[in-house]
T-cell receptor, first 111, second 113 residues
Framework: SQQGEEDPQALSIQEGENATMNCSYK?????LQWYRQNSGRGLVHLIL?????REKHSGRLRVTLDTSKKSSSLLITASRAADTASYFC???????????FGRGTSLIVHP | DTGVSQDPRHKITKRGQNVTFRCDPI?????LYWYRQTLGQGPEFLTY????????KSRLLSDRFSAERPKGSFSTLEIQRTEQGDSAMYLC???????????FGPGTRLTVL
């Protein structure tokens, strides 16, 4: 079973707009990571946020983590056509630190 | 640092044949993971190694699947008697410590006819 679930499943926006994706999970986590995957290719790591952190930034990306609500959000500001991809959250729990992935959000940014 | 590499990138095989995939992790990484991904889904964990020891296997890893990491460097994933349901992208990832970021390879796309 999948620990994390992304929402929405699909998102379509215009270039320059912001994109927000959410991830909800079921059990307490050690870390939460966001990955990007372009069509049919490998995953690229975006941000790792630890359970004791609340917010992290990387360039145009902002990730928040609310452990009380068991949820995280990924904000991409000033989106570009090149941001078109699937975005996955992955959570790890317990002592093995093995990330479990959600089904992803498919983002399309129209030029 | 050349990243995680996987070989082959694509494999087409007939049902019943055996296939083997190779993964070369980032050289200083101790942990190596195998995942499977089907269309429209996120990667599903199959197994992982810490150095040469295989520490955990998913229930998805049937008896037809076997993975090795003999010298704690590269790893192989073998599927015996392939079935059409094995068609998927097989992803390899590596990381240093347990809580570190995983770095993924480009994947091997398997098509079983």
């Amino acid at each position: 079973s999948q620990q994390g679930e992304e929402d929405p499943q699909a998102l379509s926006i215009q270039e320059g707009e912001n994109a927000t994706m959410n991830c909800s999970y079921k059990t307490s986590i050690n870390n939460l990571q966001w990955y990007r995957q372009n069509s049919g290719r490998g995953l690229v790591h975006l941000i790792l946020i630890r359970s004791n952190e609340r917010e992290k930034h990387s360039g145009r990306l902002r990730v928040t983590l609310d452990t009380s609500k068991k949820s995280s959000s990924l904000l991409i500001t000033a989106s570009r056509a090149a941001d078109t991809a699937s975005y996955f959250c992955a959570t790890d729990t317990g002592g093995s630190y093995i990330p479990t992935f959600g089904r992803g959000t498919s983002l399309i940014v129209h030029p | 640092d050349t990243g995680v590499s996987q070989d082959p990138r694509h494999k087409i095989t007939k049902r019943g044949q055996n296939v083997t995939f190779r993964c070369d992790p980032i050289s200083e990484h101790n942990r190596l993971y195998w995942y499977r991904q089907t269309l429209g889904q996120g990667p599903e964990f199959l197994t992982y190694f810490q150095n040469e020891a295989q520490l955990e296997k998913s229930r998805l890893l049937s008896d037809r699947f076997s993975a090795e990491r003999p010298k704690g460097s590269f790893s192989t994933l073998e599927i015996q008697r392939t079935e059409q349901g094995d068609s998927a992208m097989y992803l390899c990832a590596s990381s240093g410590l347990a809580a570190d970021t995983q770095y993924f390879g480009p994947g091997t796309r398997l098509t079983v006819l």
